[in-house]
């Protein structure tokens, strides 16, 4: 939804591509997604989180997905290649 709605027009007219990828080493097992899109470079691992509000009426729905994410990724990565952002994000189990 943040890709469409931010993303700027090239954003909306082109596809949204999603890669699942499971890795394993002798040591770890992971398992990733990438997310890509013909949308305005965005690099979400720059972008300083917002304070959580103190009390419930201070708190706004929406803007927690980035917090999110976040909190339970064992790795992300951000890259713009080729006119497509590609975000990815994955977690050891």
């Given at each position: 939804m943040n890709?469409?709605?931010?993303?700027?027009a090239s954003a909306q007219s082109n596809p949204?591509?999603?890669?699942?990828?499971?890795?394993?080493?002798?040591?770890?097992?992971?398992?990733?997604?990438?997310?890509?899109?013909c949308g305005l470079p965005f690099n979400p691992l720059e972008v300083v989180?917002?304070?959580q509000?103190?009390?419930?009426a201070d708190a706004e729905p929406g803007g927690l997905g980035l917090l999110m994410v976040r909190s339970h990724?064992?790795?992300?990565?951000?890259r713009f290649q080729d006119g497509r952002n590609h975000l990815t994000f994955a977690v050891r189990y």
């Open positions: 890709i469409i709605m931010h993303g700027g949204i591509g999603v890669q699942f990828e499971l890795r394993t080493t002798a040591d770890t097992r992971e398992a990733a997604v990438t997310i890509s899109d989180a917002k304070p509000p103190t009390s419930l990724a064992d790795r992300l990565d951000y």
